[in-house]
């Protein structure tokens, strides 16, 4: 059996190196798509349009964009698994690593706080729906859900700010914190854990108050499709018969709902964990910017504006990144919740 599930986990880490090295592939082809001519290349390494042609010659030379397309492809690998994502344009010269360490944990506070807050509502709405099939409660939800999901995320965050922020006067609607608050020192990068560490309270209770909006947005923006498949894969598993059994012996509903039927509705909910993760991912990038919310969606915004290419790429293979990692550890988590898939 031990051996079952390290084969199993090589299998999935294999997969997952494959993959990453494919999104490699696929960013240097669309670079080298938009940007034909090794001279076009040092420009945009260089950040400036007024770069010298001494300055561009030297870029070439030492960033070997004079050599043939596939030497230029392992060069970028080798750089990419060494850290190395090239110097930012607008924060030169920092290198993009750097930059993105700062701007990267602020999302991932706010990613895992809505992709958390979206699954729990959506597993807890589909079971609900499951158990009230074709009645009242289970309208409501598909009304609710089908709202919600097919609702563009700028909308929902727009919306949240104008209930929460503007009429009922209950939480701030930008910042990550009151700006007027000293920040605690950085020790991970992510306010909410820093201020924590720091043993900043009145800071910490004011990153709670900034983040709950936004998360919230990204929360209810994704929560519907989660909502969707623990409905369906709870109905399957309410007309088994080891279901019915349950209700023989004369178990609760309560019971035969959360004890019985929801264990094992739970397998196949575990793979959509990733796929609201990547959704949250991408929501972030436009919630950071509705709510003024400076992480790494406020730093490709800002990249975007300013034809920050190296930004754009690095932000591109960080959120690539991120997916990758969240399906790899979907399956793993799959394989503890259903142990016959590790023979598969």
Known sequence: MVSNVALYILRRSINAVITLILLLLLLFILLHTIVRTPVGLAKIICGNPHCSNSAIDNIIKTQGLANPLYVQFLTYINNVFHGNLGIDTLYKPLPELTVLSRFLPITLELVITGSIIGVLIGIYT????????????????????????????????????????????????????????????????????????????????????????PALAIAVAGFGITTRLTRASMIDALDRDYVKLAYMKGLSKNKVVWGTAFRNALIPIITLVALTFAFAVGGAVIIEDVFSYYGMGYFTVQAIYNFDYNAILAVTLIVGIAVILANLVADLLYAVADPRVRLT
């Open 126 to 213: 589909g079971a609900i729906a499951a158990a009230n099939r074709n009645k009242v409660q289970d309208y409501a939800v598909k009304v609710v859900y089908l709202t919600t999901w097919s609702s563009p995320i700028f909308l929902v965050g727009f919306v949240a700010q104008l209930i929460f922020a503007y009429w009922l006067n209950l939480l701030p609607a930008t910042e990550i914190a009151n700006p007027f608050l000293s920040t605690p020192h950085v020790i991970t990068g992510a306010p909410l854990i820093d201020s924590l560490l720091d043993g900043d309270f009145t800071y910490f209770y004011s990153v709670c108050q900034h983040l709950v909006l």
